[in-house]
Structures are given as structure tokens and as C-alpha cells.
């Protein structure tokens, strides 16, 4: 998602509609993906349990002052951020993206989550038609299979995706130019991985979103609640 101009400007459409201050990241790897998180929400909170991923991220983010690094599995990190969002009235963007090992969190993630009405989740690696997406254990990334517990979260998210059409893969050199780090190994390899296949430069994305976007962001909508809702005083309601 890091490497898409589409991704990156449908980013910063949210973050300026809803006012988003905070972006929580699960799977910080070698921290390429928080770096540019960082040049977009004031706040950044990132977790993984890899340790020789945590010391390369940290060596990469040491200048960099927004970014929160947690030592924590992703679970415990959603629920303590959950917890600790107290009084907060602020809508933070939250990205689960811990995976690549045979425990695939994703739904114990969204579980950490249930209840926290008041946010926007982000899942990349979505079954989206004509795109790359994850399978773990035969079970695909797709609506079947987050839909009931993105309910739990909030029943009246919408969801949107991207599409084949709408992305817009960074090129090496544009991407180099935006953000820098030509020298950076683990950038030069993820770079160089992304652009191996179609189904590594091409990525689904879900959006679940706590209000109907209309026309206003560019994104496909592929499920809203049964009733529409709102944001009205700072509190997610029901349109009668």
C-alpha cells in the first residue's frame, strides 16, 4: 500500500475528511511502510515481536520523532491501544498488517477491536477481483471471511475497495523521489519485490469507513449496513 500513489491519496482524502490524528500499524517489519505513515498523520503507533525486525525498524526510524514503536503481539497491542484511548475523541486509522508466519492474527485483531466504533480500518492484501491478495490455510482474504467481525467493530461501517483500474503503482524512481532512502537496503529489496509480478505490484484493499464516502474518495463500495449512518456530535448514530 506504501507504494501506491491511489493508496497514498485516498490516505490523506480520509485523514482530511474525518481529521485523523493518529495511525496504528500491526507488522512494523523493517519499518519502510511507517516511514511514510509518518509523513502523513502526525502520530504513528507501530508493533511487532520480531526482534531482529525491531532493531532494523528503529535504526531506520531513530530521526524520527511521531513514531511510537510497541514490542507487543498484534492483539494485545489493538486492545491496549483501545484501552488507552480513553476520552480521545479523535478517529484514528488502524492498518493490520501482521502477517507472513502460520498464525495469521488478522481476526483476533478485529477482535481487540470490537466495539471501537469510532475508527477506520484498513486491510491490505484483500481479495479484490483482477488483484493480488493473502491465503492462509485455504482460507482467502475476503468479505466472507471479515465481514461478520468488522460488524462487531462497528455495524454501520461501510466498505469500499480499490480496483485494478483505480491503482497506481509508484515506480522505483518516483517513489525514491517522494521519500527518499536510494541507499536503503531493506527499501532497494521491498521496492525490487514489489515490482517481481502483477500480483505483487497489484494489491486489494478493503476500506471500512464509519459513514457513506458518496462520490467524495475514490473507492468501489462492496457492502453498507442495513441502515445508514452518520457522524453527528462526535457520535456514530442511526439516520431515521
Same mark, same amino acid.
Given at each position: 500500500?506504501?507504494?501506491?500513489?491511489? $493508496?497514498?491519496?485516498?490516505?490523506?482524502?480520509?485523514?482530511?475528511?474525518?481529521?485523523?490524528?493518529?495511525?496504528?500499524?500491526?507488522?512494523?517489519? +523493517?519499518?519502510?511502510? /511507517?516511514?511514510?505513515?509518518?509523513?502523513?498523520?502526525? %502520530?504513528?503507533?507501530?508493533?511487532?515481536?520480531?526482534?531482529?525486525?525491531? %532493531?532494523?525498524?528503529? @535504526?531506520?526510524?531513530?530521526?524520527?520523532?511521531?513514531?511510537? &514503536? +510497541?514490542?507487543?503481539?498484534?492483539?494485545?497491542?489493538?486492545?491496549? #491501544?483501545? %484501552?488507552?484511548?480513553?476520552?480521545?475523541?479523535? &478517529?484514528?486509522?488502524?492498518?493490520?498488517?501482521?502477517?507472513?508466519?502460520?498464525?495469521?492474527?488478522?481476526?483476533?485483531?478485529?477482535?481487540?477491536?470490537?466495539?471501537?466504533?469510532?475508527?477506520? &480500518?484498513? &486491510? +491490505?492484501?484483500?481479495?479484490?477481483?483482477?488483484?493480488?491478495?493473502?491465503?492462509?490455510?485455504?482460507?482467502?482474504?475476503?468479505?466472507?471471511?471479515?465481514?461478520?467481525?468488522?460488524? @462487531?467493530?462497528?455495524?454501520?461501517? +461501510?466498505?469500499? /475497495?480499490?480496483? @485494478?483500474?483505480?491503482?497506481?503503482?509508484?515506480?522505483?524512481?518516483?517513489?525514491?523521489?517522494?521519500?527518499?532512502?536510494?541507499?536503503?537496503?531493506?527499501?532497494?529489496?521491498?521496492?525490487?519485490?514489489?515490482?517481481?509480478?502483477?500480483?505483487?505490484?497489484? @494489491?486489494?484493499?478493503?476500506?471500512?469507513?464509519? %459513514?457513506?464516502?458518496?462520490?467524495?474518495?475514490?473507492?468501489? #463500495?462492496?457492502?453498507?449496513?442495513?441502515?445508514?449512518?452518520?457522524? $453527528?456530535?462526535?457520535?456514530?448514530?442511526?439516520?431515521?
Amino acid at each position: 500500500m506504501w507504494y501506491d500513489r491511489h $493508496a497514498l491519496s485516498v490516505l490523506t482524502l480520509l485523514r482530511e475528511r474525518f481529521q485523523v490524528k493518529a495511525f496504528l500499524e500491526t507488522g512494523t517489519h +523493517h519499518g519502510i511502510g /511507517t516511514l511514510v505513515w509518518d509523513r502523513l498523520f502526525p %502520530e504513528v503507533h507501530t508493533c511487532d515481536i520480531n526482534a531482529e525486525f525491531l %532493531e532494523t525498524a528503529r @535504526r531506520k526510524l531513530a530521526a524520527v520523532r511521531n513514531v511510537n &514503536i +510497541h514490542a507487543l503481539t498484534s492483539p494485545l497491542f489493538l486492545a491496549a #491501544m483501545r %484501552e488507552s484511548w480513553g476520552q480521545r475523541t479523535d &478517529i484514528p486509522i488502524i492498518y493490520p498488517d501482521a502477517h507472513w508466519y502460520t498464525y495469521w492474527p488478522l481476526l483476533d485483531e478485529l477482535e481487540a477491536l470490537k466495539g471501537w466504533s469510532r475508527c477506520i &480500518i484498513i &486491510i +491490505h492484501d484483500f481479495k479484490v477481483e483482477g488483484m493480488g491478495y493473502d491465503s492462509y490455510g485455504g482460507r482467502d482474504l475476503d468479505l466472507a471471511l471479515v465481514r461478520e467481525p468488522l460488524t @462487531r467493530v462497528n455495524p454501520n461501517f +461501510h466498505l469500499y /475497495t480499490n480496483s @485494478r483500474e483505480l491503482s497506481s503503482p509508484l515506480t522505483k524512481q518516483e517513489w525514491h523521489k517522494m521519500f527518499g532512502l536510494e541507499d536503503d537496503p531493506e527499501v532497494r529489496a521491498a521496492l525490487e519485490h514489489a515490482w517481481e509480478s502483477e500480483a505483487a505490484l497489484y @494489491r486489494g484493499t478493503l476500506y471500512a469507513v464509519p %459513514e457513506d464516502l458518496g462520490n467524495a474518495i475514490p473507492l468501489e #463500495m462492496v457492502a453498507c449496513p442495513e441502515k445508514p449512518s452518520a457522524l $453527528a456530535d462526535g457520535v456514530v448514530t442511526d439516520v431515521v
